[in-house]
């Protein structure tokens, strides 16, 4: 059974943002269920039944048309703009209605300046598989895809993302994907990832890069950090 992973920061254990994605009204914000970090809404992003075997508190869902639905955020310091100096994890549930192109779930960017790091970063899915990407320098970008995870339109996924410290200057990243009503049918990791090396301010958003592209089509529920 299929249920949802919350995100956490493994030096705390905190989570730190928890969109539940059950607002009744398609022109509603994604509150986040912490009180820390709200998301606006543009576009339309429709209600949807939850996803998975429905846990206390949580409803539904958002279904997103891959043209211009979103939820986004703006730049604070708080501690979810402090996570390139922590351990932590992304985590959300999916069900892709295509698994074509780059279709983003969650992103953590933003930065208006050329002299910024754009995409601290990135979680989408690439064509049928599971792509984690950032820029760490100027325009010097990471993009790891995994291999063999061959996920499938029209099934629902819960995807899980943590990233530790493999050094002062590097890190790892593990990447899971659990299907529903399967159990686990992919797991991947990826070492010697340079960390971003800049401060700026970013935003989070839900549905989309942070870019104005790579807009998600399908469903999404209970994204965590």
Do not use: C
Request: charged share 20%; aromatic share 8%.
């Amino acid at each position: 059974m299929l249920q949802p992973h919350v995100g956490a920061r493994s030096d705390s254990t905190a989570t730190l943002a928890h969109w539940k994605l059950d607002e009744s009204s398609a022109t509603s914000n994604a509150l986040d269920a912490l009180g820390n970090y709200d998301l606006t809404q543009s576009g339309s992003p429709q209600v949807r039944a939850s996803l998975f075997a429905v846990p206390p508190g949580s409803t539904g869902a958002r279904a997103f048309d891959g043209v211009n639905d979103r939820f986004q955020g703006s730049g604070s310091t708080t501690a979810l703009e402090a996570l390139r100096d922590s351990d932590f994890a992304v985590s959300a549930v999916v069900k892709p209605d295509t698994v074509s192109g780059n279709r983003s779930i969650v992103a953590y960017n933003g930065a208006t300046s050329a002299a910024d790091d754009n995409t601290q970063i990135l979680l989408n899915l690439s064509g049928s598989e599971i792509r984690i990407f950032w820029e760490y320098s100027v325009s010097v970008n990471v993009s790891n895809i995994t291999s063999g995870a061959g996920l499938q339109a029209n099934k629902t996924y819960l995807i899980v993302v943590a990233v530790e410290d493999d050094s002062s200057t590097t890190r790892r990243i593990r990447v899971y994907a659990f299907e529903k009503d399967v159990g686990l049918v992919h797991e991947q990791t990826f070492t010697g990832q340079t960390k971003s090396d800049d401060g700026d301010t970013a935003g989070w958003t839900v549905g989309q890069n942070g870019r104005g592209s790579e807009y998600f089509d399908g469903t999404i529920d209970d994204v965590a950090v």
